[in-house]
T-cell receptor, first 114, second 114 residues
Framework: NAGVTQTPKFQVLKTGQSMTLQCAQDMNHEYMSWYRQDPGMGLRLIHYSVGAGITDQGEVPNGYNVSRSTTEDFPLRLLSAAPSQTSVYFC?????????????FGSGTRLTVV | AQTVTQSQPEMSVQEAETVTLSCTYDTSESDYYLFWYKQPPSRQMILVIRQEAYKQQNATENRFSVNFQKAAKSFSLKISDSQLGDAAMYFCAYNSNSGYALNFGKGTSLLVTP
């Protein structure tokens, strides 16, 4: 049982490049979310999903795309990277409604856009 | 949207002493959940404690306890007998019963001195 696995752990991109941050969980969790963490800003919700085929936008969705074709995977795509997307990205999952047990978090991806 | 406010960007406590971290939130809902998460330098997000709004009894987990004041919309975390390993960022988070994700505060950095 690996929990929530995020890859890569570190990434440097050039402005304009695209990439996909991977997130996989093996706990059969229905709810999954992506957050970004910036200094002094806490964690802000980018996108979330309540099950395979169902996604929705969070607080800061611009420049990001998601899909959920399986229960296990929830990749985050950066369409055209910008320096403002330099951040630490966290994927999180929950078995049911988040309030019932809270999230299980991945270990994060530190992304630098130059 | 619900907002979570942590008014103390930084706090310091001596080893073996007690410290209280503050959190207030804004909501019009009556049924919701509150959380405290710990983020040590490893970057991993760790659930510390969870409180259900309909329960009047304050949650406790070993040395960690909360003071939940529903009318005042206040949810403070008390750490007793502080240890060096308690040094971390602490995030307060809110989830409404109908919500799909957590709303986080900006965090409080806790320093523990010998």
């Amino acid at each position: 049982n690996a929990g929530v696995t995020q890859t890569p752990k570190f990434q440097v991109l050039k402005t304009g490049q695209s990439m996909t941050l991977q997130c996989a969980q093996d706990m059969n969790h229905e709810y999954m979310s992506w957050y970004r963490q910036d200094p002094g800003m806490g964690l802000r919700l980018i996108h979330y999903s309540v099950g395979a085929g169902i996604t929705d936008q969070g607080e800061v969705p611009n420049g990001y795309n998601v899909s959920r074709s399986t229960t296990e995977d929830f990749p985050l795509r950066l369409l055209s990277a910008a320096p403002s997307q330099t951040s630490v990205y966290f994927c999180a999952s929950s078995y049911g409604p988040v309030g019932s047990r809270g999230y299980t978090f991945g270990s994060g991806t530190r992304l630098t856009v130059v | 949207a619900q907002t979570v406010t942590q008014s103390q960007p930084e706090m310091s406590v001596q080893e073996a002493e007690t410290v209280t971290l503050s959190c207030t939130y804004d909501t019009s809902e009556s049924d919701y959940y509150l959380f405290w998460y710990k983020q040590p330098p490893s970057r991993q997000m760790i659930l510390v404690i969870r409180q259900e709004a309909y329960k009047q009894q304050n949650a406790t987990e070993n040395r960690f306890s909360v003071n939940f004041q529903k009318a005042a919309k206040s949810f403070s975390l008390k750490i007793s007998d502080s240890q060096l390993g308690d040094a971390a960022m602490y995030f307060c988070a809110y989830n409404s019963n109908s919500g799909y994700a957590l709303n986080f505060g900006k965090g409080t950095s806790l320093l523990v001195t010998p």
